[in-house]
């Protein structure tokens, strides 16, 4: 089975410059490749850092790395494996992962797949090496081998299909290492948990959380995503200067340096501190080391997810989407031609993700 037609890739030239249309002729995918052709790319708040040059990227390439499509060619050869275990067949729809991971380095064996030594990541390599359809900002990604793919159901709002691979499965890797190491592991419930920021992160996180019984806060500037917030079972939702009441998990998603700074101040004595949206300078964090050790804290940071975080948000979204208000989570989708014109609105609106599509 071919393409239906010519792939087309979005490049992005660097900071200040219009993406340019630019025809790909269809590749074939090698032994353990897939060719996904898009449905939907979601826009990550990332990629507007990038544009607007708050973050480097690779110029010239193609952005974009929150996708679901439909598999239309397999390489020869060994075929890729879902998340969840299955052989991956032409006409399958999947959320692509963030990056490709080489599986057999130092850290792939400690089961670090995010941190691999030879990670590929989508929408973030430059055009040279990586070629164009190596984001989502296209009609078409080629999946390299060692890409965690989730098959999802044709049901599934596309909305809620195309952020697993960032949002989704990232909140996953969020909400369990603070599971994992609060109460013994005995999980959340009835505990008080700070989410910071109500991006898509804080709020999916707020949502799993909710769902396992947490009396979540969540911290954000914006009335409008407090109210979403609420929409995702927060118990509670306040802006920067309230103070939340002493976690006993402390999520930071924002990237907001004072809400990192601010983690172990707000943190109940036996809590854990969760640090995910914070990846880029400019944030030193001058705790008191003693702080620390007399609150008996733990630190976790937490950045990208390994296959397993897709599996589980693949699952949870299935089970959870029929609650979720996936209205409030997508607001407007752009043809993929006006890439630009999508950009600038997911930087001004206060849509949570911003879509762009192939086709109009
Ligand atoms: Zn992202
Ligand atoms: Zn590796």
Redesign the pocket.
């Known amino acids: 089975m071919t393409a239906r037609r010519s792939p087309v890739a979005m490049v992005w030239p660097g900071v200040g410059g219009r993406h340019r249309a630019t025809a790909v002729d269809p590749p074939a995918p090698a032994p353990g490749e897939a060719l996904v052709e898009v449905e939907l790319a979601t826009i990550c708040g990332s990629d507007l850092h990038t544009v607007s040059g708050r973050r480097p990227g690779p110029a010239p390439g193609v952005l974009g790395h929150e996708t679901v499509g439909r598999v239309v060619r397999l390489g020869d050869g060994p075929v890729p494996r879902d998340v969840r275990g299955r052989d991956v067949v032409v006409g399958d729809r999947v959320a692509v992962g963030i990056y490709a991971?080489?599986?057999?380095?130092?850290?792939?064996r400690r089961g670090l797949?995010q941190k691999?030594?030879?990670?590929f990541k989508y929408g973030h390599a430059p055009l040279a090496e990586a070629g164009p359809l190596s984001g989502g900002y296209a009609s078409h990604v080629l999946v390299r081998a060692?890409t965690p793919l989730a098959v999802v159901p044709p049901d599934l709002p596309a909305a809620l299909a195309a952020p697993l691979g960032c949002a989704t499965a990232t909140a996953v890797a969020a909400v369990s290492a603070g599971g994992a190491v609060s109460a013994g592991g005995a999980g959340v419930a009835g505990l008080n948990v700070t989410v910071c920021g109500a991006g898509l992160l804080g709020l999916l996180a707020t949502a799993m959380l909710a769902e396992r019984d947490a009396a979540v806060t969540v911290v954000d500037p914006d009335p409008g995503r407090r109210a979403t917030a609420k929409l995702m079972g927060a118990a509670n939702a306040v802006g920067p200067a309230d103070e939340p009441p002493p976690a006993d998990l402390y999520i930071e998603l924002s990237g907001a340096p004072a809400a990192a700074r601010s983690a172990v101040a707000r943190t109940a004595t036996g809590g854990t501190i969760v640090l995910a949206g914070t990846v880029s300078p400019g944030a030193p964090l001058d705790w008191e080391a003693q702080d620390l050790v007399r609150g008996l804290l733990t630190v976790r940071g937490v950045h990208n997810y390994a296959p397993a975080d897709l599996a589980e948000a693949a699952a949870w979204t299935e089970s959870a989407a029929a609650r979720l208000p996936v209205e409030a989570l997508l607001g407007a989708v752009h043809p993929l031609d006006d890439l630009d014109a999508a950009l600038a609105e997911a930087a001004r609106s206060a849509s949570i993700r911003v879509g762009v599509v192939p086709r109009a």
Not at 101 to 108: I, P, Q
């Open positions: 991971a080489c599986g057999e380095c130092r850290r792939c797949p691999c030594e030879r990670l060692g």
